[in-house]
């Protein structure tokens, strides 16, 4: 991979790196086996070697987790912005349900502010999740009664209503508390 990376980069071509769960290669781990150790090593070389002496690489690592607690101590200085990224607030909820919904049949009552407000403490993902089971609901509903009619009917305040009352965040609060001690200690802005 950063082979590759450096051949694009020789040609002029900036190139992002992005490693995904990062805490499954770099966590620090007492008891680990021969061929973990030798991965995560040549990671930490491979990330050095972008460093090199007189010029500006044109590489970028990008590497996420939700377990920042884990990952080994060298590998986090390797990186010059180490960013927490909170919980969306109000106004980016409202932004992502407007999102999400903006291909289904709504009806006019759907209160998007309201359904902003009753998310607080919900993930990106939550909201995502959110809008595609109301999407489901109705359309299980259209199915289920035959398909009669030529489209499912437009999606009800009470469809999300219900739907929220199922679909809990999936934040823990302990975890969100444990990255913000670790941002902290570790954050850069």
């Not at 219900?162 to 001690?181: A, G, H, Q, T, Y």
Request: charged content about 35%; proline content about 4%; some cysteine.
């Amino acid at each position: 991979l950063f082979e590759e990376a450096r051949r694009y980069e020789r040609e002029g071509k900036p190139v992002i790196i992005l490693i995904d769960e990062v805490d499954s290669l770099t966590a620090y781990r007492e008891h680990e086996v021969g061929g973990e150790a030798r991965a995560r090593n040549q990671l930490l070389k491979e990330m050095d070697g972008l460093q090199d002496k007189g010029r500006t690489p044109r590489i970028y690592v990008i590497a996420a987790t939700n377990k920042p607690w884990l990952l080994d101590e060298p590998f986090i200085r390797r990186f010059q912005k180490r960013i927490f990224i909170p919980l969306p607030d109000y106004d980016a909820r409202l932004k992502m349900f407007k999102h999400y919904t903006r291909r289904l049949e709504l009806d006019e009552a759907v209160e998007f502010s309201e359904l902003a407000r009753m998310s607080d403490g919900y993930s990106g993902a939550d909201i995502h999740h959110i809008c595609m089971e109301v999407q489901m609901k109705v359309v299980s509903e259209f199915f289920e009664k035959g398909g009669k009619g030529d489209r499912p009917r437009k999606i009800t305040m009470d469809d999300f209503l219900e739907v929220m009352r199922k679909v809990k965040p999936s934040i823990d609060l302990e975890i969100m508390k444990r990255m913000i001690e670790w941002k902290r200690r570790f954050g850069s802005s």
